[in-house]
């Protein structure tokens, strides 16, 4: 039986992880609500719509 070994994260990569956890939860939070996501992009204020978070989301869960 092999024995699994975590790896031991940087303080960087420890936050780049929180990070991403925490901007995961805001695309639920607003897609539960109903609300767009407001984004700079492009050198613009964009505003991407619920339905487009869920493609999104739903895209990087298949990877």
């Known amino acids: 039986m092999q024995k699994k070994t975590k790896k031991r994260l940087s303080l960087t990569e ?11 939860e ?3 939070e607003n897609i539960r609500l109903g609300l767009p ?3 700079w992009q492009n050198n613009k204020v ?3 719509p619920p339905s487009e978070l869920k493609k999104m ?7």
Do not use: S
Request: hydrophobic share 45%.
């Open 26 to 28: 805001v695309v639920k």
């Open 46 to 48: 964009t505003k991407i």
């Open 14 to 24: 420890k936050a780049e992880k929180a990070f991403r956890e925490a901007v995961n």
């Open 37 to 39: 996501l407001v984004v």
């Open 57 to 63: 989301l739903k895209d990087k869960e298949k990877k």
